[in-house]
């Protein structure tokens, strides 16, 4: 059996959103699937068990972090990255490239790879597609992504396809580095924000013997209602029969809207480092903007918790919000693990009330309940 493979269990009736399980040498595990971000081996402020109680089942660590420090070496001789992190389920990592491309004035792009400085010491260092999924393969993750470039906003057509040209290119050239027989890698979809350039893409990279296929390069900027387009335009000739990635998108009305058009699995940095800033994530029952401000005056005396109905280690332990208010005027540590908690548990939730909706072939529903509530009611879609 392959290291990574997906199993499609219903298609929604009315809509075609998915609900399936992602098989790993770590575990099973049910999708559609939100990954907690740990960037640095860790995710910010948490332990893995409480992690693991929130519901996660994969996380995703950054692999440009890591070849800075503290090596991938380093980890391998530590027993790889599970057991680096003393974590014991799923973990995929990234290729480094979204970060390195984001040094646009430290990096210099060529067929072989990418010169870059690193932004600690400023030291040169090389990517290509052949030293990041060796230095993958070195951390043990049980997904493992080729080596991309995502495409920045604003990009005009020919530099778009030029691009995508070559992360097809280097597609092929992580595939045949492959050395790690526990490992899946996962291709990227790119393109821009032309939709024939992904329809291709797509072609291309789903045509391929990934394990998975990914679509990146969106939710950089651009509007949503472009996104989606994009997106569709993305996932058009994908496999049905291996998981579909959206990375970089962890706000409710992303998740379901990219659902709707196919996806099975997301992460985003967005709902730790938002508790950081001292914001919840909350239904738009609670709050139609689906956030609580916790520096807002309103919560200062504010005996209730973040969520009446939300049965994360915050709301369960009766942690107020005049409490969590306190805690985030005053810079405590603690405050922001509780909304860390908060938060992840509530996308863990959201994300598992999708899939009972698409089994029961009520997802259309389900979306036009959460969206009649959001934001006075504004979404994009079919």
């Known amino acids: 059996m392959a290291a990574i493979s997906y199993e499609l269990i219903h298609k929604d009736a009315a809509t075609g959103a998915r609900a399936g399980i992602l098989h790993t040498p770590h575990g099973k595990f049910l999708t559609p699937l939100f990954m907690p971000v740990g960037t640095q081996a860790t995710v910010k402020t948490l332990s893995p068990h409480e992690v693991q109680n929130l519901g996660a089942g994969v996380i995703l660590a950054n692999t440009y972090h890591l070849f800075l420090r503290p090596g991938a070496q380093l980890i391998a001789k530590a027993g790889g990255l599970h057991r680096f992190m003393n974590w014991t389920h799923g973990i995929l990592t990234d290729s480094g490239g979204f970060q390195v491309f984001s040094l646009s004035d430290m990096r210099k792009i060529t067929e072989e790879g990418v010169t870059f400085r690193s932004h600690i010491d400023g030291s040169e260092k090389f990517l290509s597609p052949e030293v990041s999924i060796a230095t993958q393969a070195a951390l043990g993750s049980d997904i493992a992504m080729a080596f991309d470039e995502c495409i920045p906003y604003g990009a005009d057509y020919d530099y778009a396809k030029a691009s995508t040209e070559r992360t097809h290119r280097w597609a092929e050239r992580s595939l045949n580095a492959a050395s790690n027989p526990k490992q899946g890698i996962f291709g990227i979809v790119q393109g821009g924000m032309f939709a024939d350039l992904r329809e291709e893409s797509s072609r291309v990279i789903g045509a391929m013997n990934f394990a998975g296929c990914a679509i990146g390069g969106l939710s950089v900027g651009e509007p949503p209602e472009l996104m989606y387009r994009m997106l569709e335009a993305s996932t058009k000739f994908l496999p049905e029969d291996k998981a579909r990635y959206l990375m970089g998108v962890g706000t409710p009305d992303h998740l379901l809207e990219g659902v709707l058009r196919g996806v099975d699995m997301f992460d985003c940095v967005f709902p730790t480092r938002v508790a950081r800033n001292g914001m919840a ?45 306190h805690l985030v005027r005053t810079n405590e540590i603690f405050g922001l693990r509780l909304l860390a908690l908060h938060n992840l548990r509530y996308l863990q939730r959201f994300t598992a009330d999708m899939r009972q909706a698409i089994l029961a072939d009520s997802f259309a529903e389900f979306r036009e309940k959460f969206f009649s509530a959001y934001e006075g009611g504004k979404h994009i879609g079919n």
């Open 281 to 325: 994530m909350v239904s738009p029952l609670t709050n139609p903007r689906g956030r609580l401000v916790m520096k807002n005056t309103d919560y200062t005396e504010d005996f209730a918790p973040l969520e009446p109905n939300c049965d994360c280690y915050t709301c369960r332990n009766k942690f107020t919000r005049a409490y969590i208010r």
